[in-house]
């Protein structure tokens, strides 16, 4: 028994060295992605942890799986789909701990993936959120087009990563090892501390879905924060596993709400002309689908600036939370799609360095 309480309180001592991490799962009827990947996420090795499943009123047996299999795993239940903005927004006001990581039911994860990114938050007390390194889940030499090795984002608010600039993915080979402040941090594996979510107010719920993750980085970045990568921690996504990345509706949520996150965080002038020609460039986009017989995807777009127009006020009182001045670490001075069909620019490591802000 004594041999029992010594070894008991030596684990109370070593919990009470590592920040409290919960990990949060954000379900809508995901059973297959559940029984495919809980076993690795379940297998972290990390001391001081806790697993959660938010579940946005999924109507299959995802949760009874669960519990019938993970009975240790607590759930969480919103009673309708909230997205994935308003369904994190309402799980993590349930939940206490110093981290919180947002992982996506479509990640698998290695054991050790969680102390190296609490690590480089621990030692960086400006740094708010950060991301692991994201490879496919397929291609698993390769970098996946959610996050890859750090996000960044061009002055018309398209966003590319380290290892992924549009549709173009690079293989792993060690190029982007080393730990960076990027622009955004991405939502398939979203650490953050606690305080910083809740000061931020967390995600924005109109953008409902996609987007999201780069709308609250930015708002950090404004309140004085930084965006982190951490190469020393490896996960695998699949990706789309949601909606497929041919969906007209996830056209339709990406046009929509990188207009929004322009207009919010953007200084009054700049988001005034930098929307103007970003509407053109969408323009020459909706062009492209009809040309090529997507004619869901072009009315998406054209849909898309509709209801930017239509919230154009109710996006504008969003403005004034944060200083419009930020740290623009991580931004393009130029086109990502001028630079990668224009100038064939593919890889991120061929960009010109001169044109980050």
């Known amino acids: 028994m004594a041999l029992v309480t010594q070894a008991m309180e030596k684990e109370t001592q070593t919990m009470k060295h590592y920040p409290k991490v919960a990990v949060v799962i954000l379900n809508w009827n995901g059973r297959f992605f559940l029984e495919k990947f809980l076993p690795s996420v379940f297998n972290t090795c990390y001391p001081n942890i806790e697993f959660v499943v938010g579940d946005n ?207 919010k965080n953007l200084p009054f002038l700049e988001a005034t002309w930098v929307v103007f020609a970003r509407m053109w460039i969408d323009f020459t986009a909706l062009i492209h689908f009809l040309l090529t017989g997507k004619f869901r995807d072009a009315w998406a777009v054209s849909r898309s600036h509709q209801r930017f127009f239509i919230d154009f006020f109710k996006t504008a009182k969003k403005r004034n939370r944060y200083p419009p001045t930020f740290d623009t670490t991580g931004m393009y001075r130029g086109s990502i799609v001028w630079a990668f069909y224009m100038h064939a620019k593919t890889r991120f490591n061929k960009l010109n360095l001169k044109r980050f802000l």
């Open 57 to 263: 009123g999924s109507t299959d047996d995802s949760i009874s799986f669960v519990t019938t299999h993970y009975p240790t795993i607590r759930i969480i239940r919103n009673d309708r789909n909230l997205g994935f903005a308003g369904g994190y927004n309402s799980i993590l006001t349930q939940i206490e701990a110093d981290y919180f990581v947002l992982l996506n039911s479509d990640v698998e994860v290695t054991p050790r993936w969680i102390k190296p990114v609490v690590d480089l938050l621990e030692s960086n007390p400006d740094m708010a959120a950060a991301q692991p390194k994201i490879r496919s889940f397929y291609q698993r030499d390769n970098f996946e087009h959610a996050g890859a090795a750090g996000g960044y984002i061009d002055r018309y608010g398209f966003p590319f990563c380290r290892g992924r600039i549009l549709n173009v993915t690079e293989k792993d080979i060690g190029q982007y090892d080393d730990p960076c402040e990027v622009f955004w941090a991405s939502g398939a594996a979203f650490f953050i501390k606690r305080e910083c979510w809740r000061s931020s107010g967390g995600f924005d719920e109109d953008f409902f879905a996609h987007m999201e993750e780069i709308d609250l980085c930015w708002r950090l970045k404004r309140a004085g924060y930084r965006i982190g990568y951490c190469p020393d921690s490896v996960v695998y996504h699949v990706g789309g596993g949601t909606l497929d990345t041919s969906n007209p509706r996830k056209t339709y949520l990406n046009f929509r709400n990188s207009l929004f996150m322009l207009q």
